[in-house]
């Protein structure tokens, strides 16, 4: 079963902090990596895409790929009250899969 | 503006009935998608469609059903085969391809007592 590990959290960091969220998946066969912010109660929304090697930024957030070691990170500097939320992590995998993990749950306090 | 759409947004039923769930979109995306997810838990696929008037079954199809009839439309039919229908159901499109990003409709809500 390929699979997608994210700890559940709660994350908790200080306005103004930089939050670390992980994520390891098991294909290593995976192609296309990327994030999602989910609200209580709304859809995922996608925040980055990362596919090769390596950092990829956009404003506040940094997604960073380890292809080797089979992870894959998103940093959010300079946290707000507004980013608490659920991130999720989905993999396409060898099969050509969406495959979702569970998801961290951020909680930034002000 | 471009998106995707989908109603209604919360749905109740007696257990028993079947129900459409219906999601349209005008990103003139190729493939839709349609996700579960329950409390706590990451999305499930239930079922795809890459190009109309052909879909395939994801990992949890079964008690489900759904037609792609046209580029814009891909509803989702819960039928009473299906154990655990109360649930947030989501339905996603991308282009043509599978590693392209898939975006994500509102959902619905579905309560089945």
């Known amino acids: 079963q390929k699979e997608v590990e994210q700890n559940s959290g709660p994350l908790s960091v200080p306005e103004g902090a930089i939050a670390s969220l992980n994520c390891t998946y098991s294909d290593r066969g995976s192609q296309s990596f990327f994030w999602y912010r989910q609200y209580s109660g709304k859809s995922p929304e996608l925040i980055m895409s990362i596919y090769s090697n390596g950092d990829k930024e956009d404003g506040r957030f940094t997604a960073q790929l380890n292809k080797a070691s089979q992870y894959v990170s998103l940093l959010i500097r300079d946290s707000q009250p507004s980013d608490s939320a659920t991130y999720l992590c989905?993999?396409?995998?060898?099969?050509?899969?969406?495959?979702f993990g569970s998801g961290t749950r951020l909680l930034v306090r002000p | 503006d471009g998106g995707i759409t989908q109603s209604p947004k919360y749905l109740f039923r007696k257990e028993g009935q079947n129900v459409t769930l219906s999601c349209e979109q005008n990103?003139?995306?190729?493939?839709m998608y349609w996700y579960r997810q329950d409390p706590g838990q990451g999305l499930r696929l239930i079922y795809y469609s890459q190009i109309v008037n052909d879909f395939q079954k994801g990992d949890i199809a079964e008690g489900y059903s759904v037609s792609r009839e046209k580029k814009e439309s891909f509803p989702l039919t819960v039928t009473s085969a299906q154990k655990n229908p109360t649930a947030f159901y989501l339905c996603a499109s991308s282009m043509a391809g599978a590693l392209y990003e898939q975006y994500f409709g509102p959902g619905t809500r579905l309560t089945v007592t």
């Open positions: 990103l003139n995306h190729d493939a």
């Open positions: 989905a993999v396409i995998d060898s099969s050509y899969k969406l495959i």
